[in-house]
């Protein structure tokens, strides 16, 4: 390897990459930076309208669940959900699998895993935004919503006050489940037409942005 010859450019040509890649270092980090800015805004305003509204809802009357199954084994993407609340491409060989029994996620609909929230304190709820449909595992529960936008409902259940009252509301059990009846227990505050119009807007912008940059 000591043998491979390279062409050097002159140091002034090398000092402008460099001076080039370190400029859009420091552009990324003041990029993340007003992202940060822009999650701390999306709190700040949820946390004035659940400290203003008078009256927080039961989420479960705003869910519907679907558990669709895959009767018929056919061929769909095949998901995990990932604690952060994307779907993820699970490391598994799907070689001869029999999907009939997994759940459908259709375009639009979400899913959440309610299994690991006493361990870990995280509630995974995903959107799929995408146009496909995806299978995900027998264990996890896949809704769809009525009479509440997708964009408020996606912050709100992200938040980790949402996140600490689903572990304070998991059962008794060994493996410190959250049921799905508790789960449809937990509350959101109920706002105007308008405050939820705000609170999408901002979510959507924070998620474009952070898909950017990455």
């Known amino acids: 390897m000591c043998d491979v010859e390279i062409n050097l450019s002159p140091l002034s040509i090398q000092q402008k990459y460099v001076n080039i890649y370190n400029a859009m270092l ?12 822009l999650k701390l805004t999306i709190d700040g305003y949820l946390d004035v309208l659940k400290n203003s509204t008078k009256e927080n809802i039961n989420i479960g009357g705003y869910i519907i669940k679907t558990d669709m199954r895959n009767r018929y084994n056919k061929s769909l993407p095949f998901k995990g959900l990932s604690m952060e609340n994307y779907f993820i491409d699970p490391i598994v060989n799907e070689t001869g ?10 375009p639009g609909e979400f899913a959440c895993s309610l299994t690991k929230i006493g361990r870990d304190c995280r509630s995974t709820v995903v959107h799929n935004t995408s146009a496909e449909t995806y299978l995900i595992s027998p264990a996890y529960y896949p809704f769809k919503l009525e009479k509440i936008d997708a964009s408020y409902f996606m912050e709100y259940v992200s938040r980790k006050e ?18 799905w009846e508790e789960f449809c227990q937990l509350k959101i505050p109920k706002i105007t037409k308008n405050e939820r119009s705000i609170v999408s807007n901002l979510y959507n912008t924070y998620i474009m942005r952070n898909n950017i940059n990455e």
């Open 26 to 37: 420091e552009n990324q980090r003041g990029y993340e930076q007003r992202l940060d800015d």
């Open 162 to 179: 949402f996140e600490r009252r689903a572990w304070f509301s998991c059962d008794t059990t060994t493996r410190r489940n959250l049921t």
């Open 97 to 106: 699998l029999d999907f009939s029994s997994y759940k459908s996620v259709f």
